[in-house]
C-alpha cells in the first residue's frame, strides 16, 4: 500500500473548505433572503392594526410590498444551484431519489402538520373537496406554495437541461424570457385560467431562466455580476415604478391593471434576485461575525421557513399581537419569528436522521 505524504493529506483535507467557500454565496444569499420572508409575513401581521389613511401604514405597507420577493429569489438560486449539478453530472434515478427525500416526503409531512394545526388551534377541519389544491397546489397553510412551485421545479430542471448544455448567451436567454413569460400570461388571461398563478412554476419563468443561465456562468461569477449589476439595478427600479404603487392599491382593496402589476413584479424580483446574489458574493469574500451570523441563518433557511408562521400564528394566538403596538410588537415577533424557528431547527439537525425525515436535509 502506499503511504500517502503529508502534503496529499493536506489537499484532501483542504479541497473541502475550498469547495465551501466557492459557494459560500449560496448560504449568504439564502440568509438574507430569510431575513426578508421572516419581515414580510411578520409586518403583514401589523398592517392590519394600523388606520390605511395613516403615515405608519403607509411606511409598514410600502416596506411590506418592497420586501416581497423571496420566493422568486430562492426559486433562482434554487434553478442555479441545481442546474450547476446536473451540468456536472445527471443520473436521473439518483436525481428523482433525492428530489423525493429532500422535497416530496417533507412538504407532504408539513402539509398534514399544518392541516392539523389550523384544526387544533383554529377549529378549521380541512375541507377534503380541496384535496387537489392540498396537494398540488400548496394550499394547506398559505406559506407551503413554495414547495409546491419547488417540486415543479425538479421536473422541470431535466428538461431544461439540454439547452444549459448549450451554454446560450445571454441575450437569448433574455428573448426566451420575455417569450415565454408573455406567452404565459395570455394563455392564463385568455385561455385556460389558472386557479393559482403564483404556485404554477412557469409564473416564475424569468427568475428561473435567469437562475439557469447563471448556472452555466458560475465559473466567471465574479464577471457577470460585476457587468450585470447595473443592468439589474435598472430592472429593479423600473419594475418597483410599475409594480409598488398599484401593490399598494390592492392592499388598500381596489382594483389595478393585472399586466402593469405583472409586468413590474417580474421586473422587479428579477432585478432584486440579481442584486441579492450580487451582494451575497461580496459578502461571502469578507469575514465578520455579520456575515458568518447570515451565511448560518442560511443553512437552515428552510427550517424557518417551514417552522415561523406556527410561531408567528401562535404568538397572534396568545393576544401578543394586540398586547403591543406595532412599534414594539413587530421586531419582537420579528425577532422570535426568526430565533425560535432557527433554535429548533439547530436542535434538531444534532440528530441527523430525524432531520433528514421532517425537513428534507440534516
Sequence with gaps: MIRETHQQRALVAHAP???????????????????EVVFHHTSGRFLGMLDREGLAWLILAVLNRTLHYAVPAFLMMTALVLMAALLRQFRLKRYATNRALRALLPYLLWSGVYLAYRYFAFGAPPDWSRWADY??????????????????????????????????????????????????YWFNRLGYRLPYTGSFVLWYTPVILLGVWLA????????????????????????????????????????????????????????VSFLLLAVAYW???????????????????????????????????????SAFQARFGLPL??????????????????????????FGRA
Excluded: C
Aim: aromatic share 14%; no cysteine.
Design 283 to 321: 459578502l461571502s469574500r469578507r469575514e465578520g461575525r455579520l456575515v458568518a451570523v447570515v451565511g448560518t441563518l442560511g443553512r437552515y433557511s428552510l427550517q424557518i421557513y417551514l417552522l415561523h408562521p406556527l410561531v408567528l400564528a401562535e404568538l397572534a394566538r396568545w393576544g401578543l399581537a
Design 216 to 271: 452555466t456562468q458560475v465559473d466567471r461569477m465574479e464577471i457577470v455580476l460585476r457587468r450585470g449589476w447595473l443592468l439589474a439595478l435598472g430592472a429593479t427600479i423600473g419594475g418597483l415604478w410599475l409594480y409598488l404603487p398599484l401593490a399598494l392599491d390592492a392592499l388598500r382593496g381596489q382594483a389595478v391593471n393585472t399586466f402593469q402589476y405583472q409586468v413590474g413584479n417580474w421586473l422587479f424580483t428579477a432585478g
Design 333 to 358: 415577533f420579528f425577532l422570535l419569528g426568526l430565533l425560535v424557528p432557527f433554535a429548533l431547527g439547530w436542535l434538531i439537525a444534532r440528530a441527523p436522521r430525524v432531520s433528514t425525515a421532517i
Design 17 to 35: 473548505r475550498e469547495s465551501d467557500e466557492r459557494f459560500r454565496w449560496v448560504e449568504v444569499f439564502r440568509g438574507l433572503a430569510i431575513l
Design 135 to 184: 396537494l398540488f397546489w400548496g394550499k394547506a397553510y398559505f406559506h407551503l406554495y413554495f414547495l409546491a412551485v419547488a417540486m415543479q421545479l425538479y421536473l422541470l430542471l431535466p428538461l431544461v437541461l439540454p439547452l444549459a448544455r448549450r451554454r446560450p448567451p445571454f441575450w437569448a436567454t433574455l428573448i426566451a424570457i420575455v417569450a415565454l413569460t408573455m406567452g404565459v
